[in-house]
């Protein structure tokens, strides 16, 4: 095992890896984490050899909680474009969608915000029923979501429902996810990993050109184009930067964002609970 700051990678077979987010308390993204994942995704995108990765968490109540929002946005809005021209944080999106091996998202625990980003862009999601937590919470801050999910979820879910999670800022639990297409699948939380262990091996065990050459058409059918991302990352700046936005920020701050707290436990449910001017 070799392990970043935030990243732990598992090697189990030179075809089977994993990498497991862990950065206490509640696994946030900073630039540092795109920085990792900038160098994992090139190792994927270079190794003959691995044919499967799957992401997991080391926190069963966080997979990825959403990103650093006590973080300067310049010094993100500042970072240098990654391999693709894009920002970093679309950069590395992009890429994971179409790295030359399957990508799996083993959630447990919450992934909201960029998190559910991460998981969106990765090729396959399983959940667990009972610990599991997606959704994009932004609108309920005032912000517009800057990773892409318009532009991926309703490929995975249709409008209606897709404008259902952009626009009710809400949580959405494992089983929920399964049904509305959010996930593959979700199982009881003890069956999740032996299930997600499993496939993963089967996969590592086909022939790595059929997996890329087979993956490289279901990208082309459905995956958005890139011109697609960068538009919305610059409407979650301008959205931020709102006096409206920054105050509802602030009350989330005050109310214990960003610890292990029930702010973020049930970040849904405090999202809709603020009372600003207007409400």
Same mark, same amino acid.
């Given at each position: 095992?070799?392990?970043?700051?935030?990243?732990?990678?598992?090697?189990?077979?030179?075809?089977?890896?994993?990498?497991?987010?862990?950065?206490?308390?509640?696994?946030?993204?900073?630039?540092?984490?795109?920085?990792?994942?900038?160098?994992?995704?090139?190792?994927?995108?270079?190794?003959?050899?691995?044919?499967?990765?799957?992401?997991?968490?080391?926190?069963?109540?966080?997979?990825?909680?959403?990103?650093?929002?006590?973080?300067?946005?310049?010094?993100?809005?500042?970072?240098?474009?990654?391999?693709?021209?894009?920002?970093?944080?679309?950069?590395?999106?992009?890429?994971?969608?179409?790295?030359?091996?399957?990508?799996?998202?083993?959630?447990?625990?919450?992934?909201?915000?960029?998190?559910?980003?991460?998981?969106?862009?990765?090729?396959?999601?399983? /959940?667990?029923?009972?610990?599991?937590?997606?959704?994009?919470?932004?609108?309920?801050?005032?912000?517009?979501?800057?990773?892409?999910?318009?532009?991926?979820?309703?490929?995975?879910?249709?409008?209606?429902?897709?404008?259902?999670?952009?626009?009710?800022?809400?949580?959405?639990?494992?089983?929920?996810?399964?049904?509305?297409?959010?996930?593959?699948?979700?199982?009881?939380? /003890?069956?999740?990993? /032996?299930?997600?262990?499993?496939?993963?091996?089967?996969?590592?065990?086909?022939?790595?050109? /059929?997996?890329?050459?087979?993956?490289?058409?279901?990208?082309?059918?459905?995956?958005?184009?890139?011109?697609?991302?960068?538009?919305?990352?610059?409407?979650?700046?301008?959205?931020?930067?709102?006096?409206?936005?920054?105050?509802?920020?602030?009350?989330?701050?005050?109310?214990?964002?960003?610890?292990?707290?029930?702010?973020?436990?049930?970040?849904?449910?405090?999202?809709?609970?603020?009372?600003?001017?207007?409400?």
């Amino acid at each position: 095992m070799t392990s970043a700051s935030q990243i732990k990678l598992t090697q189990h077979t030179p075809a089977y890896w994993t990498a497991t987010f862990d950065n206490p308390p509640i696994n946030v993204i900073g630039p540092a984490t795109i920085v990792e994942l900038d160098g994992l995704i090139a190792r994927l995108e270079s190794d003959p050899s691995v044919r499967v990765v799957v992401f997991d968490s080391a926190n069963p109540e966080f997979y990825l909680a959403h990103y650093d929002m006590f973080v300067d946005k310049a010094t993100t809005m500042a970072m240098k474009p990654g391999r693709s021209g894009l920002h970093p944080w679309l950069d590395v999106l992009t890429r994971l969608s179409r790295v030359p091996a399957a990508t799996i998202a083993c959630i447990r625990g919450r992934a909201r915000g960029a998190g559910s980003e991460f998981a969106l862009a990765c090729d396959m999601r399983f /959940a667990s029923r009972e610990r599991a937590m997606l959704g994009q919470f932004e609108v309920g801050v005032g912000a517009v979501p800057g990773g892409g999910p318009m532009a991926r979820l309703p490929r995975l879910m249709g409008r209606g429902r897709a404008l259902e999670v952009l626009l009710g800022a809400d949580d959405f639990g494992g089983e929920l996810a399964e049904r509305y297409g959010y996930v593959n699948r979700s199982f009881p939380d /003890a069956e999740l990993l /032996a299930f997600v262990d499993a496939f993963a091996r089967r996969l590592a065990g086909f022939e790595k050109a /059929a997996i890329i050459e087979t993956k490289r058409f279901v990208d082309q059918a459905s995956l958005p184009p890139d011109s697609d991302f960068p538009p919305a990352l610059q409407a979650f700046y301008a959205s931020v930067a709102r006096p409206e936005t920054r105050a509802r920020s602030a009350a989330l701050a005050a109310k214990g964002l960003q610890s292990m707290s029930d702010t973020e436990l049930r970040l849904g449910h405090h999202v809709a609970a603020y009372l600003g001017p207007g409400n």
